[in-house]
């Protein structure tokens, strides 16, 4: 059987090996807005429980609007004109608003993927700067969340009058959903605030998972500093399956975003009946299949309907390789899962630990392969589980030895699958 996968910008083809019981689940979304251009104008004007964002400008000399960076397929190009144009309706001419790429820790934005993020009609004609976490000085403290952890965010966001996050809500590995205040921090934070918000004290945590919103001790970590920065307006959106707009959630950065959360939950959730014996996954495509950092969440996701000692195969193209220098290094220096969660568990958070922290995780009940090509060797001889030069020997493997009676899942587009067995407890 013949199947297309999710990988970089071209997909794979790939053959399922007869006589087995495959389950296919495909990203589900709502159907895309006829006018998604016109209902992005419709929510900048009467926005949830907030004033108008031509109101809110009014009185203010500057703004600043955090974006999403190259890995986030985020529609800033169709969002940011008529957002700019409220501005300039409430007096905040367009030079004097600052567009920061909201990198986290990931590697600053080239010029050409500038362009690709705010379309190149604003290329040029806007200012768009790239977030530091590393660099300490260009962040503003602003004090200690209530459970200690340091906020510090970027100045030239906190300077402003007026404070905007442009994003797109899907499931997040450890956030419950993105968009929203993901935007701020981890997205404009210093790493000495980042370091904190992926430490062990909230990775460890079973409600820290996809989809997990209302116990989720992280979310209500990043709630509380997205106050403190003075989070003012937001714009997130739900996409297609193709990128384009399904709903607009426009207005106050809490309540807007919660409802955008509600929505995407109920839209893209997929319960089966009973756990699989095996996932064949992806990182679904460009641009989250760049890295290998980025693919481990293909693999958390696929995590919650597996059964104990279940494979996940996760098939990704890592064309840009491992992912940032401190990721590779532990990528290639522990052997074993166990060895790199004792680490961790007694010593300073180092950046990117978080991410081989939840793989590490899988990992101990979970067998894991791989299909990475665009990973150099020495790391994939590291990666804890095998890793194969095909595909179809990679698909072979996961489902070698299994009975005629076990059940696979196939996901085509990884993480954008929210899936769940049916009485909504995680394998």
């Not at 920061?100 to 362009?115: C, F, M, Q, S």
């Not at 990182?283 to 059964?307: C, E, N, R």
């Not at 990117?352 to 665009?374: I, M, N, S, T, Y």
Request: proline share 7%; net charge negative; charged share 25%.
């Amino acid at each position: 059987m013949r199947i297309e996968l999710a990988f970089g910008k071209t997909g794979l083809e790939a053959e399922l090996p007869e006589g087995l019981r495959y389950q296919f689940l495909e990203a589900r979304s709502a159907v895309g807005l006829e006018d998604g251009a016109a209902a992005l104008e419709a929510a900048m004007d009467a926005p949830i429980g907030t004033a108008p964002l031509a109101e809110l400008a009014r009185g203010k000399k500057t703004a600043a609007i955090s974006v999403c960076d190259i890995t986030r397929p985020a529609p800033n190009r169709l969002v940011l004109p008529p957002l700019l144009a409220r501005l300039e309706q409430g007096g905040i001419p367009r030079e004097n608003v600052t567009v920061l790429i909201a990198t986290g820790l990931h590697r600053p934005a080239t010029d050409n993927e500038i362009r690709e993020i705010i379309g190149p009609d604003l290329y040029g004609k806007i200012r768009v700067v790239n977030h530091h976490a590393k660099v300490l000085s260009e962040h503003r403290y602003l004090g200690d969340t209530s459970t200690g952890t340091p906020v510090h965010i970027d100045e030239r966001f906190i300077a402003a009058d007026l404070h905007i996050t442009l994003g797109f809500i899907e499931p997040h590995l450890m956030l419950g959903f993105s968009g929203g205040r993901k935007l701020i921090a981890p997205g404009l934070a210093a790493q000495e605030t980042i370091k904190v918000l992926h430490s062990p004290k909230f990775m460890r945590d079973r409600r820290a998972v996809e989809g997990s919103v209302e116990d989720n001790p992280l979310h209500r970590e990043l709630i509380e500093i997205s106050r403190i920065a003075r989070h003012d307006f937001l714009v997130d959106v739900a996409l297609t399956r193709d990128r384009k707009i399904a709903q607009v959630f426009a207005g106050h950065p809490e309540q807007a975003h919660r409802q955008g959360m509600a929505f995407v939950g109920k839209v893209m959730l997929e319960r089966i009946e009973e756990p699989v014996d095996a996932v064949i996954t992806t990182s679904a495509g460009y641009p989250l299949d760049l890295t290998f950092y980025q693919t481990v969440k293909g693999i958390t996701a696929a995590s919650h309907i597996v059964k104990p000692g279940g494979r996940i195969l996760v098939v990704s193209a890592c064309s840009e390789g491992a992912g940032a220098p401190e990721f590779c290094e532990m990528l290639e220096r522990f052997p074993t899962p166990q060895a790199f969660l004792d680490h961790v568990a007694e010593n300073p958070v180092v950046v990117d630990q978080w991410q081989l922290e939840k793989l590490a995780l899988v990992c101990r009940d979970k067998e894991l392969l791989f299909h990475v090509p665009g990973l150099e060797d020495r790391y994939r001889e590291k990666l804890w589980g095998r890793s194969f030069a095909s595909v179809n020997e990679a698909i072979a493997a996961a489902v070698d030895g299994l009975p005629a009676s076990a059940r696979i899942a196939v996901i085509p587009e990884g993480p954008y699958v929210l899936a769940r067995v049916e009485e909504g407890v995680p394998a």
